[in-house]
């Protein structure tokens, strides 16, 4: 009894709501939240959903507590610097909330995992730095059949949306294409991080608070107004919001019945960016894709293969793949004659797995058959396995 009146003194606040009322905070005891990346928006949504009374919640991020994250990453101080992010921010979930249960996952969300960390969930909360996690969980989602609520910041300025929500668009209605996504911390060829651009940590507080908002609406049951079909974009400096409308592209996997709802037609579980039907790859003219762990798997067991980097000069001397093969995109199609006679498989890798798709169809129609796509790029190398492989002429900051 005395639990009991606990839990209703705590919740109090909200439950009078009639949008909430004793079902709807049961409703929350029961849901599972799957929050991607602990940085500035991940530390207010954890909290937030955490002292709503969200019953789980599941912690993914691979990183370590550093000095830098404290300007905007609420969830952490001082002590817990060096410490691995999930377990540092479950402790203070918490120390927050004792009837919580957290889940961590100490691992990078990508292509290869992302079904199988959303699977077990009811909502996944995307906060993660780059864009292309962002594609691994909008694909995961799509097969699924579960709904994410997306942010990103940049700046002074920050978006919110929720896509895969039924018929609603999803993430690649807004960024059909990765080269064109940036935001927090994305990692987009012309669009500076966080580190080189700058963030007011406010700003995450801001962007961070309305994504739990959308969560604990979905998780309530207040799905009309859900921004299922808009996106919200705040601008800090001049103090105002805009809400820009968003339909369905008719070209986008996600009009495509057999890619929504269900794993049939996958690629390991995972829409590929690439794989728009049921057909094969080779007759649709798409890039059959590899991920870094097998990619890994086959330069383990010496396996012969012409790695082709087609990035800019600049980006390959910062970091490539070792024994690495040149050629920049634009330069493809005039160059194809130095491939000529190349009987080994090849794997085309860029910065996050776009232009190498481009390259793979080009090469493709060119006559090579045995052309995968890495996915993710050499990002998702190193961020599965850090140096391993791994040259580089300048320092790794530059890139």
């Known amino acids: 009894m005395k639990s009991s009146r606990t839990k209703l003194e705590r ?60 300007q905007r990453q609420m969830i952490f101080s001082e002590s817990q610097v060096g410490q691995p992010k999930v377990m540092a921010a479950r402790a203070r979930l918490l120390a927050l909330n004792s009837a919580l249960k957290v889940n961590v996952h100490k691992i990078a969300l990508n292509q290869a995992n992302a079904a199988e960390l959303i699977a077990g969930y009811d909502l996944v909360v995307d906060c993660s730095d780059n864009f292309a996690a962002r594609y691994a969980i909008n694909d995961a989602c799509l097969a699924l059949g579960k709904p994410f609520v997306f942010g990103s910041l940049y700046r002074f300025e920050g978006q919110v949306s929720f896509f895969c929500h039924e018929e609603a668009p999803c993430y690649r209605c807004f960024y059909p294409d990765l080269e064109q996504a940036g935001g927090d911390c994305a990692t987009a060829q012309l669009v500076p991080n966080c580190a080189e651009a700058g963030i007011l940590g406010s700003m995450a507080g801001v962007i961070g608070s309305l994504q739990a908002t959308e969560a604990l609406k979905y998780l309530l049951g207040q799905k009309e107004e859900l921004l299922a079909a808009s996106v919200l974009m705040f601008d800090g400096l001049a103090m105002s919001f805009s809400r820009l409308g968003l339909k369905p592209r008719t070209d986008c996997h996600c009009r495509n019945a057999a890619m929504r709802g269900h794993l049939s037609g996958m690629d390991g579980g995972i829409v590929s960016g690439a794989d728009v039907s049921a057909g094969s790859a080779a007759a649709s003219g798409a890039a059959v894709s590899i991920s870094p762990a097998q990619l890994a798997q086959m330069l383990d067991e010496d396996e012969d293969l012409l790695l082709l980097d087609v990035r800019a000069l600049k980006e390959h001397r910062a970091m490539r793949l070792r024994n690495s093969t040149l050629i920049p995109l634009p330069e493809l199609t ?61 320092a790794l900051e530059t890139y």
């Not at 909290?47 to 691979?62: E, I, N, Q």
């Not at 060119?366 to 961020?383: H, M, P, Q, S």
């Open 334 to 394: 005039e160059r194809i004659s130095e491939l000529d006679g190349e009987e080994r498989p090849i794997v085309v890798y860029c910065r996050s797995g776009v232009r190498s798709r481009k390259a793979c169809s080009l090469l493709r129609d060119c006559g090579f058959e045995d052309v995968r796509n890495l996915t993710g790029g050499i990002l998702a190398w190193y961020r599965e396995f850090e140096e391993k492989s791994i040259e580089s002429d300048a």
């Open 11 to 70: 919740y109090r606040r909200q439950t009078i709501l009639e949008q909430v009322g004793e079902e709807g905070q049961a409703a929350l005891g029961a849901a599972r939240v799957l929050v991607v990346g602990l940085g500035g928006l991940g530390s207010p949504v954890a909290l937030y959903l955490a002292a709503a009374g969200v019953g789980t919640l599941g912690l993914v991020d691979f990183d370590l507590v550093e000095l830098s994250n404290l």
